[in-house]
C-alpha cells in the first residue's frame, strides 16, 4: 500500500506571496492532519479533515488554512507568507481519530 | 510549561547499548500515546502505539506508560547506528480528534 505523499517536496517563496501544499492520503484514509515543524518551536498542529470537514483546529493565525476533497486528498494555503513560516510541513493520515498516524515525507517551505 | 516535556539531547550512546528516552507530561487527559522516530530531512515514523498503562514491546522497542506518574518511556535493546534519529513522543487526548501534541524530541547518536 503506497504511503502518504506529499507535493510539492520543496519550495521557496517570498515574503507576501501565498502557497499551497498538497497531501495524498494513504488509501482508505479518511482523515488528514497537518503539522509545522520548526526547530523552535517542534511540530505544531495546524488542523485536521475528516470527510471533507474541518475537525479540529490548532492556534495558527488565519492565513493558515485548508481544504480536503472528496477522494480524502488535502490542500493547505498560506497567504501573505512571512520569513517565520519557513518550515516543514507535515501531513499526516489515519483511517478514523484515535487511530494510528502516518506522516508523509514533507514539504521543506523556505521563505525569503 | 508545555503539556509534554522531553530532553533534546544530544545522547550518545556505544553500539549495543540500552537506550532510554523519556517524556513527561502535565494533562492527565492524555490517554493514546506514541513514538515516532525521525531521520534527518524525512518525515516521522510510527514505532509504538499504546494507550493502557504498563509495556508493550515489539522487537528491540519496548514502551512504558506510566499514566499515574503522567511519564511514558521508550527503551531500545542493542541498539545499533541506524537508531541514530530523532525519537518524539506524541499524545492524543481522548475525544480530542487527532490532534497530536508532540515533545520537542530526543536526538540520539549510536556510535560504533
Known amino acids: 500500500k503506497a504511503g502518504v505523499t506529499q507535493t510539492p517536496r520543496y519550495l521557496i517563496k517570498t515574503r507576501g506571496q501565498q502557497v499551497t501544499l498538497s497531501c495524498s492520503p494513504i488509501?482508505?484514509?479518511?482523515?488528514v492532519s497537518w503539522y509545522q515543524q520548526t526547530p523552535g518551536q517542534g511540530l505544531q498542529f495546524l488542523f485536521e479533515?475528516?470527510?471533507?470537514?474541518?475537525?479540529n483546529k490548532g492556534n495558527f493565525p488565519g492565513r493558515f488554512s485548508g481544504r480536503q476533497f472528496s477522494n480524502s486528498r488535502s490542500e493547505m494555503n498560506v497567504s501573505t507568507l512571512e520569513l517565520g513560516d519557513s518550515a516543514l510541513y507535515l501531513c499526516?493520515?489515519?483511517?478514523?481519530?484515535?487511530?494510528?498516524?502516518?506522516f508523509g515525507p514533507g514539504t521543506r517551505l523556505l521563505v525569503l | 510549561q508545555k503539556e509534554v516535556e522531553q530532553d533534546p539531547g544530544p545522547l550518545s550512546v556505544p553500539e549495543g547499548a540500552i537506550v532510554s528516552l523519556n517524556c513527561t507530561y502535565s494533562n492527565s487527559a492524555f490517554q493514546y500515546f506514541m513514538w515516532y522516530r525521525q531521520y534527518s530531512r524525512k518525515g516521522p515514523e510510527l514505532l509504538m502505539y499504546?494507550?493502557?498503562?504498563g509495556n508493550k514491546e515489539d522487537g528491540r522497542f519496548t514502551a512504558q506508560v506510566d499514566k499515574s506518574s503522567k511519564y511514558i518511556s521508550l527503551f531500545i535493546r542493542d541498539s545499533q547506528p541506524s537508531d541514530s534519529a530523532t525519537y518524539l513522543c506524541?499524545?492524543?487526548?481522548?475525544?480530542?480528534?487527532?490532534?497530536?501534541?508532540f515533545g520537542t524530541g530526543t536526538q540520539l547518536k549510536v556510535e560504533l
Open positions: 506524541a499524545m492524543i487526548i481522548t475525544g480530542g480528534g487527532n490532534k497530536l501534541t
Open positions: 479533515y475528516f470527510s471533507e470537514t474541518q475537525r
Open positions: 499504546t494507550y493502557s498503562s
Open positions: 499526516a493520515s489515519s483511517f478514523d481519530q484515535e487511530e494510528t498516524q502516518y
Open positions: 488509501s482508505g484514509h479518511r482523515s
